[in-house]
C-alpha cells in the first residue's frame, strides 16, 4: 500500500489470528463517495496517525475498510449476549469489523473498529449500514465521556459514504471509525463458554488479563482475579454513570465490556432534571435500563460473565460457585463506595469529615432534587457558587426553600471547597436538545453546531463566556426526549 503514514503504523491481527473461532475474516463494502466529516486529531496523534493522511483520498480509504493495510486482517468478531433479559446466543458484529489492533502513546494496544461498513454473516436481517446521525452521536457522547473521565471507547473519525440508507425516511450514511481497549465483552465470555471448548474460553481470559488486568495474571487464581478485576472496574465505571446522569439506554451484556470502558452509545442519554426513573430509549418499555436501574443491571450482567468462567474458577463445580458469589457480592460495596466518594467530591466536602456528618446531606440532597426535579449538572455547578457565598441561582432551582435553606446552612457551615467543586462538576454536557440540534444540521450537511458542541464538551469543567446556552437546560419546547437503538 502507497503512504508513508501506513510505513510508521502497523495494525496487528492479534484477534484474529488467535480467535479463529470468533472471528470471521471479512472485508468492508466498497464505499461509493467517502467524505470526512469529522476527525479526532488528538487521537489520531496519540495513535501514531497523520491526520492529514487520515484526510486524504487514501486515509479515507482506510477509515472506511476501503484500503487494508499490509498486516491488518479485519474481521467480524462473534459474540452472544443478553439483550432486555433474553438470551441471543449468536449476535456478533452485524454491521462492524474489527480492522486490528494498533500501539497508543501510552504503550498499550487499541482496536481499530468500523461501524457501518456493510453485512457480515452476523447481519441477519440488518442492512449492515449506519446512518449520519447515531454515528455521529457516539462520536459526540463518547468524546463528551472521555472529557468527563470517564473510560470509553473513543471515536476517531466519522465519514459519510454517501449511500442513502432507508430508514423510517431516506438517510445519509456513514461509518464510525471506533477505537476501544478492546471489543472484549461479557457476551464475548458468553459465546465462548457456549461453544463448549473450554480451551477457547482459558485462551479468551488469558488474553483479557493480558489486556486488561495484568496484576490479576500474577494472582494464585488469576480468573478468580480477572472476574475480580471486571467488578471493579464496572463498580467504578457505572458510579461515574450514576454521578454525571448518564443513561446508558440498552445494557446488554453484549454491550458491557471486560475492560471497563463504556461502550454502544446508541439510545444513551444524559438526565436533565433530576428522576431516578428516567428512561430514554423508545424500545424499553418497562424501565429495564432507567437511570436507578443502572448498578443493579451491571450486577446482574456480572453474574452472567461468571457463569461463563465458572469451568475456569474451580474444578468442582459447587466451589466455582461459590467463589463467583463471593466476588460478585463485592460489586455492591465498591459501587456504594465510589458513588459516596464522587457525592463527597460532588459536594466539596474535605477529607476527614465524618460520614455520620455527610450522608444524611447527601441523602436530602438526592431528596430535594428528585422532589423538584432540579436540573442535575447545573445544579451542582451553582453549588459551587453558593459555597462561595452565590446560593442564588442554587436557591432558584429549588422551589420552596425553606428546606433547602437550612440545608444550605448546614452544608456551608462545613467549609466546601468551590475549586475542588468545579473540577468535578461539569458546565457542559451533551444536553439532549443540543445534540440533536447538532446531529440534523449535520444530515442536512451543516457542520458548524457540530463543531461548537464539541467544542464546548470538549473542556467540561471549564466555563467559558459565550457559551452560555450549552450550559442550559432544554427549552420546555423540547418535550420528553426518547432515543431509538441500532440506526
Ligand atoms: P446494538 O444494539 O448496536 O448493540 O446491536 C445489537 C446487534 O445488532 C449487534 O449484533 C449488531 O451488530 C446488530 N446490528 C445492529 N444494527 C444493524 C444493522 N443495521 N445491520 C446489521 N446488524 C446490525
Ligand atoms: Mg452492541
Not at 479526532?40 to 472506511?64: I, K, M, Q, V
Not at 466476588?327 to 466539596?348: P, T
Amino acid at each position: 500500500m502507497s503512504g508513508t503514514a501506513h510505513a510508521t503504523v502497523t495494525f496487528d491481527g492479534r484477534f484474529a489470528r488467535e480467535f479463529q473461532e470468533m472471528a470471521i475474516p471479512w472485508r468492508a463494502e466498497e464505499v461509493p463517495e467517502p467524505h470526512l466529516l469529522v476527525l479526532n486529531e488528538h487521537l489520531a496523534a496519540e495513535l501514531g496517525l497523520d491526520p492529514a493522511f487520515l484526510r486524504s483520498p487514501e486515509g479515507l480509504r482506510l477509515l472506511t475498510g476501503n484500503a487494508v493495510p499490509a498486516q491488518a486482517s479485519p474481521v467480524a468478531q462473534a459474540y452472544a449476549g443478553h439483550q432486555f433479559g433474553w438470551y441471543a446466543p449468536r449476535l456478533g458484529d452485524g454491521r462492524a469489523l474489527l480492522l486490528g489492533e494498533i500501539g497508543h502513546a501510552d504503550g498499550q494496544l487499541r482496536d481499530v473498529h468500523l461501524k457501518g461498513s456493510g453485512r457480515t454473516p452476523f447481519a441477519r436481517n440488518g442492512d449492515g449500514q449506519a446512518v449520519v446521525g447515531p454515528m455521529l452521536r457516539e462520536y459526540i457522547v463518547s468524546e463528551a465521556m472521555h472529557a468527563l473521565h470517564i473510560p470509553t471507547t473513543r471515536s476517531l473519525a466519522v465519514v459519510g459514504t454517501g449511500r442513502s440508507v432507508q430508514r423510517e425516511t431516506l438517510l445519509p450514511g456513514a461509518i464510525l471509525t471506533r477505537v476501544a481497549s478492546s471489543h472484549l465483552r461479557v457476551g464475548s465470555f458468553q459465546y465462548a463458554r457456549s461453544t463448549g471448548d473450554i480451551g477457547l474460553l482459558r485462551r479468551l481470559a488469558d488474553y483479557a488479563l493480558t489486556r486488561h488486568h495484568r496484576a490479576a495474571a500474577e494472582a494464585s487464581n488469576s480468573y478468580l482475579a480477572l472476574f475480580q478485576g471486571v467488578i471493579s472496574a464496572q463498580a467504578s465505571l457505572v458510579a461515574k454513570w450514576m454521578l454525571v446522569g448518564f443513561v446508558h439506554g440498552v445494557m446488554n451484556t453484549d454491550n458491557m465490556t471486560i475492560s471497563g470502558e463504556t461502550i454502544d452509545y446508541g439510545p444513551c442519554a444524559f438526565m436533565e432534571g433530576f428522576d431516578p426513573a428516567a428512561v430514554y430509549s423508545s424500545i424499553d418499555e418497562s424501565g429495564r435500563y432507567a437511570y436507578r436501574n443502572q448498578p443493579v443491571v451491571a450486577e446482574w450482567n456480572l453474574a452472567r460473565l461468571a457463569e461463563s468462567l465458572l469451568p475456569l474458577l474451580h474444578d468442582d463445580e459447587e466451589q466455582a460457585v461459590e467463589l463467583a458469589v463471593e466476588a460478585l457480592g463485592e460489586f455492591r460495596r465498591q459501587y456504594s463506595e465510589a458513588w459516596s466518594a464522587g457525592m463527597r467530591a460532588k459536594l466539596g466536602f474535605r477529607d476527614g469529615l465524618d460520614d455520620d456528618v455527610t450522608s444524611p446531606l447527601v441523602d436530602e440532597l438526592v431528596a430535594l432534587m428528585q422532589e423538584s426535579r432540579t436540573d442535575y449538572t447545573s445544579f451542582f455547578r451553582h453549588l459551587g457558587k453558593a459555597a462561595r457565598g452565590q446560593a442564588d441561582d442554587a436557591r432558584h432551582q429549588v422551589p420552596g426553600t425553606a428546606g433547602f435553606d437550612a440545608w444550605l446552612g448546614r452544608w456551608r457551615a462545613l467549609a466546601p471547597d468551590a475549586d475542588a467543586m468545579d473540577r468535578v462538576n461539569p458546565v457542559y454536557i451533551p444536553r439532549n436538545h443540543l445534540v440533536e440540534e447538532a446531529l440534523t444540521a449535520a444530515t442536512g450537511g451543516n457542520l458548524d453546531p457540530l463543531a461548537r458542541l464539541l467544542d464546548a464538551v470538549a473542556a467540561p469543567f471549564d466555563e467559558r463566556s459565550g457559551l452560555e446556552r450549552y450550559a442550559a437546560a432544554a427549552p420546555e419546547s423540547f418535550g420528553p426526549y426518547r432515543t431509538f437503538c441500532g440506526t
